[in-house]
């Protein structure tokens, strides 16, 4: 059986992309799953990084917007989650899990969310089911109604599969919430250990909770029991303010 290799990562909005870019091709994982990918935003000196991604990696990339902001009346910037890979996909969809709420767009809570996932087309005529979100912000990353539904709508998204699937995000949980504990009844966490820890490696600051430490463990890679899992670590790095997760499995 061949080894292949998954890389978790939310790359942060604010960090460069040319950092990211590099990273990724020191890294060289076969299937990437990436957050916060930016269109037309002045972080990024309004760069496409889509098409960066696109341009300057050897990867397949699927893409789709989440959010959007008016930097006028007329331009928006965007913001979504990405799925690279060095195999060819075979289909590729999305279900959004929290609509835009164009009254509100500033607002973490309410922003638009999206679910996206890739079959994609192994070596060997072998073939896996990719997905990967970014859940919404509640404070201190709290339960509450509206993310309930959210969260409720990804288990919806992911329900029929039962095999040869691999689940991945930034989940804006810890490990002590309803949704691990869902998801655990339907996947395997494939590491690592919880008590691991993912963000902050940057000062946060927002409506009143602060935090400028490692103490969080908001990402998650998760698999049908049919895959092996050979391998899972998170790897220290400074670029972004989460650190990714590289996982290396067999079919």
């Not at 999206?114 to 073939?127: A, F, G, P, R």
């Not at 430490?213 to 391998?231: E, G, H, K």
């Amino acid at each position: 059986m061949n080894n292949y290799t998954l890389l978790q990562w939310n790359i942060w909005y604010k960090e460069n992309y040319k950092n990211v870019i590099k990273y990724l091709k020191q890294i060289n994982a076969d299937i990437v799953t990436l957050q916060e990918v930016t269109q037309n935003s002045f972080e990024q000196n309004f760069v496409d990084v889509v098409e960066e991604l696109k341009n300057k990696t050897n990867y397949n990339v699927y893409y789709k917007p989440a959010h959007y902001w008016y930097l006028n009346n007329k331009t928006k910037k965007f913001q979504g989650n990405a799925i690279l890979s060095k195999f060819p996909f075979k289909r590729k969809s999305f279900v959004f899990v929290q609509n835009i709420n164009e009254n509100n767009l500033d607002d973490y809570r309410t922003e638009g969310r999206v679910y996206v996932e890739c079959d994609i087309e192994l070596n060997n005529s072998k073939s896996i089911i990719v997905g990967t979100t970014h859940l919404s912000y509640n404070h201190k990353f709290k339960e509450s109604e509206l993310k309930s539904k959210e969260e409720n709508r990804l288990l919806k998204a992911i329900a029929g599969h039962k095999n040869k699937f691999i689940l991945s995000g930034d989940f804006n949980v810890d490990e002590d919430s309803r949704l691990i504990s869902e998801l655990e009844q339907l996947l395997m966490n494939a590491g690592p250990n919880y008590s691991e820890k993912t963000w902050t490696t940057k000062p946060f600051d927002y409506n009143g909770f602060r935090e400028n430490n490692l103490n969080w463990r908001l990402d998650y890679v998760f698999s049908t029991p049919d895959i092996n899992i050979v391998s899972a670590k998170i790897l220290k790095t400074d670029y972004s303010d989460h650190l990714p997760i590289f996982v290396k499995f067999k079919l």
